[in-house]
């Protein structure tokens, strides 16, 4: 996974800081953070360095074991649980801020109503969600990302003739979506939380809830 992001290419490498920047900016000291699918700890860093307490979830047990490595610095404020984020074994109200950037959205092949509302029950009210996806013209970087990926055995060929309107087709079966604007905003009125919409770096869609 980290080797993913070592051959991203300079705009692509932007656009992955500037959701962190983004990010960063509704973090305050001393929150409690959550992040879901921290994968080997990419993002996770950034956040114990200036949140109270951060937990980072998976369900992957291999990426976990990086991120541990990666974290063992923070590790006395760094938690680190193998859980399905659709499916959060946390009390409510819990946390300051939950984050799930980069498209995890996508990536995590669930039911995006309860992942919505597991977020939105373990925030706290007034508390903050934010999910992000690609902008549609973020599209050529992306899919130049993607090609790159092929190329270095990290994913399937890419199938050209099936990808399209924000979804990259591999021909191994692999396939990421995005998540449009008026969708996001539909999640969040299913969620009953309050929604903001913005484009960032003219690469990514955040969705930002804030929690009743």
């Known amino acids: 996974m980290r080797r993913v992001y070592d051959i991203a290419p300079p ?16 973090v305050r000291p001393g929150d409690r953070v959550l992040e879901l699918g921290c994968g080997y700890g990419r993002v996770l860093e950034f956040l114990a360095e200036k949140a ?7 369900t992957s047990h291999q990426s976990l074991l990086m991120a541990r490595d990666l974290m063992k610095s923070m590790a006395d404020r760094c938690r680190l649980v193998e859980m399905d984020a659709s499916q ?7 946390f300051d801020v939950i984050v799930c950037i980069q498209n995890g959205i996508s990536a995590f ?4 109503t309860q992942l919505f509302a597991q977020a939105v029950r373990v925030v706290r009210p007034g508390g903050k969600a934010l ?4 902008l549609e013209k973020f599209w050529g970087p992306r899919l130049e990302w993607f090609k790159i990926q092929a190329e270095h055995g990290l994913l399937g060929e890419i199938d050209y003739a099936a990808s399209g309107n924000g979804v990259v087709v591999c021909k191994d079966g692999f396939r990421a979506t995005t998540v449009k604007a008026h969708e996001f905003a539909s999640l969040a009125r299913n969620a009953d939380a309050g929604c903001s919409i913005t484009e960032v770096d003219e690469s990514s869609l955040f969705c930002v809830l804030t929690a009743g």
């Open 109 to 112: 092949k669930v039911d995006n």
């Open 11 to 26: 705009r692509v490498k932007q656009y992955l800081q500037a959701e962190i920047d983004f990010v960063l900016d509704h």
């Open 131 to 134: 999910f992000s996806s690609y």
């Open 52 to 58: 109270g307490m951060t937990v980072g979830i998976d």
């Open 88 to 94: 959060l074994a946390f009390r409510d109200n819990v």
